[in-house]
């Protein structure tokens, strides 16, 4: 995977974790939309949450990476949101990179069986996601005018 990909995958990915997708909520969720995506990163971390409740590693290791590489927005979403960041994409990507990081960790952890490790990467992952919807949620919301 070649640098430009990798940031198009970590900005795509915060975006889709801390988003709540461009569409009001009560309207369908349409294909690489951002509601859509935030809806299957939502039940993929619950499926996590279940699978570590059960100490079903190799569960956790099949989703940890669904989380870590994730769908990307549409370009025109995706656009949308860059430009409204401006100056925020760094702060932005970095929350997105410690998400993605901390996925891959918890699949590792998982395949060798570590349970206090998938434990401590997911909640990384979680602690970034709110540390990401705290700093840009409620702005984005006002910006799009979104619930």
Same mark, same amino acid.
Request: hydrophobic share 45%.
């Given at each position: 995977?070649?640098? /430009?990909?990798?940031?198009? =995958?970590? *900005? &795509?990915? @915060? !975006?889709? $974790? #801390? ?7 009560? %309207? ?24 570590? /409740?059960?100490?079903?590693? =190799?569960? *956790? &290791?099949? @989703? !940890?990476? $669904? #989380? ?7 370009? %025109? ?32 952890? &998982? ?37």
């Amino acid at each position: 995977m070649t640098t /430009s990909m990798i940031k198009h =995958v970590m *900005v &795509a990915g @915060l !975006a889709a $974790l #801390i988003l709540p997708g461009l569409a009001v909520a009560d %309207a369908p969720a349409r294909p690489g939309s951002l509601r859509t995506i935030m809806l299957k990163l939502d039940s993929n971390m619950q499926a996590v949450s279940s699978a570590i /409740s059960r100490e079903d590693w =190799v569960k *956790v &290791a099949q @989703l !940890a990476p $669904l #989380i870590a590489q994730h769908d990307e927005p549409i370009a %025109a979403d995706k656009l949308r949101i860059l430009g409204w960041l401006g100056k925020d994409v760094p702060t932005f990507k970095s929350f997105d990179t410690n998400a993605h990081n901390a996925a891959h960790e918890m699949a590792e952890a &998982a395949e060798k069986g570590d349970g206090l490790a998938v434990i401590r990467a997911y909640g990384s992952i979680q602690q970034n996601c709110l540390a990401c919807h705290q700093r840009f949620r409620k702005a984005f919301s006002e910006q799009f005018g979104q619930p």
